[in-house]
């Protein structure tokens, strides 16, 4: 409310509007890195299927080999329209696949109504980041806005694996974020 209010008053005046825009695209960098500050690109790749894009995966660290013990970023730009019940259902696949028999029905339940709180229906051009706090769980960003925390390190560990846990069915993809392999796309 009061950067709000701050705006309207700069931009009242023709000297205040480069303030006024300086701010307003200072507010609009508040995201994910203000959780994890420091961090860099490890590594970036693409996830096709039947060779059409489907995101842009790029993963974020503080540390240049980061673990399923370490605070990362993994952020997804999508290139192709998505629905949640989409994402969530693929998602809840692998996890199970990753899982194995620990994974009872209650707690896939529980886990996709997470995903279900967490996700949206994308559209090219869009991300979708998670936070990934060992011990403590994670949290999803839609285009930089906070869209849900979910404090369970056992969720926070499965959905991850998906992409790092060495099992992946995309192991380029996982090579590439981990910087171990650079795209040659």
């Known amino acids: 409310m009061a950067l709000g209010w701050l705006l ?3 931009c009242s005046t023709a000297s205040g509007l480069a303030l006024a825009l300086l701010l307003s695209t200072t507010a609009a960098l508040a995201d994910w890195r203000d959780d994890l500050p420091g961090v860099r690109s490890v590594g970036t790749g693409q996830f096709k299927w039947f060779g059409f894009a489907v995101y842009e995966a790029r993963l974020w660290s503080r540390d240049v080999s980061p673990t399923l013990d370490q605070p ?5 730009t999508y290139r192709r329209e998505l629905k949640r019940d989409d994402l969530v259902e693929i998602s809840l696949e692998e996890m ?3 899982g194995g028999k620990e994974l009872n029905p209650k707690r896939l339940a529980r886990w996709e109504y997470e995903m279900r709180q967490a996700f949206v229906d994308v559209v090219p051009g869009q991300s979708i980041t998670g936070l990934y706090l060992p011990d ?3 949290r999803f960003y839609v285009d930089g806005q906070l869209s849900r925390e979910v404090a369970d390190p056992d969720f926070a560990r499965a ?3 998906i992409w ?3 099992r992946t069915r995309n192991p380029e993809l996982r090579r590439r974020l981990l910087g ?3 795209a040659t796309e």
């Open 96 to 98: 199970r696949r990753l």
């Open 136 to 138: 403590r769980g994670c």
């Open 159 to 161: 959905f991850f694996a």
């Open 72 to 76: 990362f970023a993994l952020e997804l």
């Open 164 to 166: 790092l846990d060495p």
């Open 180 to 182: 171990l392999e650079v």
């Open 8 to 10: 309207e008053r700069a």
